[in-house]
Structures are given as structure tokens and as C-alpha cells.
């Protein structure tokens, strides 16, 4: 087994497998190390909701790049699709944010005067176009470039992809440590073996805080658990992805709705409880009252890191080491994951950085928000 590697990535979820694809399709020699089965932690836990206008309501440079990273997945959707043979299941038909009262009303249409790509649509045509939600409805704010892809097809189709360039990816390898050499390189300790890289890249979640502190990095992180749950109904006909308050409902396309989510911080057990999943339906219940009959499919929950301020530490170890960190994403991991993958692979590169994303996402950033 070959043991030196240019880049050693820690954590093969979609934003490991996004970075391990963008650089071997630049022939870098890329090792990706996984505790438990490629995309199996929080990926293969979200809705794969594309939500940057849903989202993100600030017109800063975290809108900005999330609103790169969903334009990606177009091109994505055909680069992977041949490469892999892997569709990502991308579904273009926008999504409703809705208005539940008047208050609510006036603030999305507020939007629309700052985000030119959107649309207020009143309750009569957002009802005529899906008459299965609520009459109570006010209306709701149309966002036509919100779709939502799959994301275990996203992660499989990058980790296939970058295996074809060249990359190794090695399932249930955890690393323990990771140690400087005397000629500057990174030991990445495993059970199976120790791996020689000259780039480390930490992309492993909420467990990247491990590193952190084993690194004496001054970074916070913490689990926010995401419990969700999949229905199928012949009552219920929705052809856009529906937000409201935080929750969503996804139309997945083979007749399951997917519905979404939770938010429990610190709380590190993955099952779901029947408090957290009974919250959602009653969430639901008075935006489209059909979800009351309709057969539950399945319940599940993940883990999703959140860091100080809620955003995405993406960026170079603080003391110039070659040590990177792609980690924090929360609720926008499978949006934000193909523009993390280019920006820690032009890291690497050196090439020409976004001023406004180095500073947005540093790990010495000043943080101007609380936790979320």
C-alpha cells in the first residue's frame, strides 16, 4: 500500500470527497481517510436542500459564496455524471418560502427589493400551484434557483470521480493523530498504518474538534443534531421544495417527502426521539394539514457542526502550517461543499484567493454573530 501522499484528507464525507475530486483533477496524489463508511455521518443525513436565498439573508461574502457553490452544481451534474456514471439527482424546481401571517408577508416581500432573482407570489397563485398546502397561507416568496440534489448520489459521484483520477480513499481508517516530521511533513497515525502527507486537510465534521485542540487551535465546535423523517402520501402533490420557519419539506421525486429538521445543540446521539420528530409534524401539520394521514417511511438524525459563529472554518492553519480545515458547514454542508472544494484546493495550489472568503471563513476570523 502506497504510504506518501501530496494531500491526506481526515474525513470522507461530501465536502472530503468534493475536495479529494478537485484536486486529483489536478493530479494531485490524494489520500482520503474515513473513521466509518464514505458519507454515511451528517451527509447521509441531510435533505440536500440548495437553499443559499432560503437560508442566508445577509448580502455578504458568505451569500456570495454559497451562491457560487449551488451555480457549480450545473456544471457538476454533467462533469460527475460522466466521470462516474453517478446522477446527482439535481431537481431545479425552485422552492416557496412561506408566509404564515402578515408580519411574515411584509418581510419576504421586503426581499425582493434587495434580491432581484426573486419573486412574491400571493396566496391565490402560490395555492394554484400547489393546492395541497394550507388555505391559511398568506403567500410566500418564490426562489426559483433553490432546488435540492441527493446528497449520498453527490458524495458517492465525487469519491468515484476523484478514485478514477487517482485518489485513494480508505473506508473505516480513523485517524488518532497527526504528528509534524523532522523534514516537515504530516504523520497521519491509523490503525491500519502511518500515512506521509505534505498537506493535511481536517474535513471530518464535528469531530474536527479533536484536531483542533490536539493542534492548540482556539476554534469552537459543537454538534447541533438534525433529526428528520420521510413520508409517501397519494393526498399529498408538491412539486417545489416548501420552507417555513426553519423546516422544509423536499419532493425527493420517487414519491417520498422528505421532512426536516430539528436543531438539538450539544446533543451527540444520533437516534432520533419521539419529541424531536412529533415537533416536526406539528410544525407541518397547519402548512399543509395532509401530512396528518400520510404513511411514515422512515425517521433518522445527524449531527451537523456548528462552529462560534455558525460558519464554515475554511482556511490555512494560523501559524502557516500545511494544515487545512474545511469543517463547520451546519445546516449548509451539500451547498456549500463543490465552492469548498475548489477554495481548499487552491489553497494548496496557491492560487488567487477571494480576499472577502479568506477573511469570512479564517479560523481567526472576529466573530460578529452568535451561535444560531
Given at each position: 500500500m502506497k504510504k506518501h501522499f501530496d494531500v491526506g484528507i481526515i474525513g470522507g464525507g461530501i465536502i472530503g470527497q468534493s475536495i479529494a475530486y478537485h484536486l486529483a483533477k489536478e493530479g494531485v496524489s490524494v489520500l482520503v481517510l474515513e473513521s466509518h463508511k464514505i458519507g454515511t455521518g451528517a451527509t447521509s443525513a441531510a435533505a440536500g436542500m440548495l437553499g443559499a436565498n432560503s437560508e442566508l439573508e445577509n448580502n455578504d461574502a458568505f451569500f456570495q459564496f454559497a451562491k457560487e457553490s449551488q451555480r457549480s452544481y450545473h456544471i457538476l451534474r454533467d462533469e460527475l455524471s460522466e466521470l462516474s456514471n453517478i446522477n446527482i439527482q439535481l431537481v431545479d424546481n425552485g422552492m416557496y418560502k412561506l408566509a404564515m401571517t402578515e408580519t411574515e408577508a411584509e418581510s419576504l416581500k421586503a426581499v425582493v427589493k434587495k434580491h432581484e432573482t426573486v419573486e412574491w407570489h400571493p396566496k391565490e397563485v402560490v395555492l394554484e400551484r400547489e393546492p395541497t398546502l394550507s388555505s391559511l397561507i398568506k403567500g410566500a416568496l418564490y426562489i426559483p434557483e433553490d432546488g435540492h440534489v441527493s446528497p449520498t448520489h453527490v458524495c458517492a459521484a465525487f469519491s468515484k470521480s476523484a478514485s478514477l483520477l487517482g485518489a485513494t480513499i480508505l473506508e473505516h481508517t480513523p485517524v488518532h493523530s497527526i504528528?509534524?516530521?523532522?523534514?516537515?511533513?504530516?504523520?497521519?497515525?491509523?490503525?491500519?498504518?502511518?500515512?506521509?502527507?505534505?498537506?493535511?486537510?481536517?474535513?471530518?465534521?464535528?469531530?474536527?474538534?479533536?484536531?483542533?485542540?490536539?493542534?492548540?487551535?482556539?476554534?469552537?465546535?459543537?454538534?447541533?443534531?438534525?433529526?428528520?423523517?420521510?413520508v409517501k402520501s397519494n393526498e399529498i402533490n408538491l412539486e417545489r421544495t416548501i420552507f417555513y420557519d426553519h423546516c422544509y419539506i423536499v419532493p425527493k421525486g420517487d414519491g417520498r417527502f422528505v421532512i426536516g429538521a430539528t436543531?438539538?445543540?450539544?446533543?451527540?446521539?444520533?437516534?432520533?426521539?419521539?419529541?424531536?420528530?412529533?415537533?416536526?409534524?406539528?410544525?407541518?401539520?397547519?402548512?399543509?394539514?395532509?401530512?396528518?394521514?400520510?404513511?411514515?417511511?422512515?425517521?433518522?438524525?445527524?449531527?451537523?457542526p456548528q462552529s462560534d459563529d455558525g460558519r464554515p472554518y475554511i482556511g490555512q492553519h494560523p501559524e502557516g502550517e500545511k494544515i487545512y480545515f474545511a469543517t463547520g458547514h451546519y445546516r449548509n454542508g451539500i451547498l456549500l461543499a463543490p465552492r469548498t472544494g475548489m477554495m481548499v484546493r487552491d489553497l494548496i495550489l496557491n492560487k488567487q484567493q477571494n480576499e472577502d472568503y479568506m477573511n469570512a471563513f479564517s479560523l481567526t476570523r472576529k466573530h460578529a454573530q452568535t451561535m444560531r
Open positions: 504528528t509534524k516530521t523532522a523534514t516537515n511533513e504530516y504523520e497521519l497515525s491509523t490503525p491500519v498504518t502511518d500515512f506521509i502527507c505534505n498537506h493535511v486537510v481536517v474535513a471530518n465534521g464535528v469531530w474536527s474538534g479533536y484536531f483542533f485542540k490536539q493542534l492548540g487551535i482556539n476554534a469552537g465546535m459543537k454538534p447541533v443534531k438534525g433529526e428528520c423523517l420521510s436543531m438539538v445543540e450539544d446533543d451527540w446521539n444520533i437516534v432520533p426521539t419521539i419529541g424531536g420528530i412529533q415537533s416536526l409534524i406539528d410544525k407541518i401539520k397547519p402548512i399543509m394539514p395532509s401530512i396528518s394521514s400520510a404513511q411514515l417511511i422512515d425517521t433518522w438524525a445527524g449531527l451537523r
